[in-house]
């Protein structure tokens, strides 16, 4: 079986309740919005991003979707803050430096915002003296905040940051918290 979520803001990757630390309400969690049960995510997706989050029954498959070294590519549209010149990109392409790694080249451009985008609840901050623009951002890895830093890194901030792709799977007809088995 092999379910495509798409993840809303500020819900957590898993399907036991979460704690934070300060003693408040957790987050949500997938069981908010899946009532399948043995089934396990395929990867995962930090609680400030959104969109895919393929989920499945199947160890063998959960492996190879997550796995980097079956380099599965997966897409990403991201707004940052700003508008980056095709030589800020070209730093992406051929692969960034961040610290505790060396990202493999990426495949970025600019691109008009989606047209099947969502509302996101809350809405991203926006200062009205910075435009924002949209990032077409494809790559074979998946790190922790990867996507994030590597815009960090060439000076334009991420605002909203949603996982369009995995391999040939897309969020096509799928609206915020919702899901289909494929």
């Given at each position: ?73 997966k897409t990403y ?94 969020t096509d007809g ?8 494929v």
């Open positions: 079986m092999i379910i495509l979520f798409n993840k809303p803001f500020n819900v957590v990757c898993q399907f036991s309740p979460h704690a934070p630390p300060n003693g408040k309400a957790g987050n949500p969690t997938l069981k908010d919005y899946i009532n399948i049960p043995n089934i396990y995510a395929a990867g995962r997706l930090d609680t400030d991003s959104e969109g895919l989050l393929i989920l499945t029954d199947d160890g063998v498959l959960q492996h190879r979707l997550s796995d980097p070294k079956y380099k599965e590519l549209w991201v707004q940052v803050e700003g508008v980056p010149q095709d030589l800020d990109l070209e730093a992406l392409r051929k692969g960034v430096d961040l610290g505790d790694f060396f990202t493999k080249p990426a495949q970025v451009r600019l691109m008009d915002e989606p047209e099947s985008l969502w509302t996101r609840n809350p809405p991203i901050r926006e200062r009205k003296a910075i435009p924002t623009c949209w990032l077409e951002v494809k790559i074979f890895e998946g790190k922790n905040r990867q996507v994030r830093r590597m815009t960090a890194k060439i000076g334009f901030p991420t605002l909203r940051l949603i996982r369009y792709a995995i391999g040939h799977y897309t799928l609206s915020s918290g919702e899901w289909r088995e």
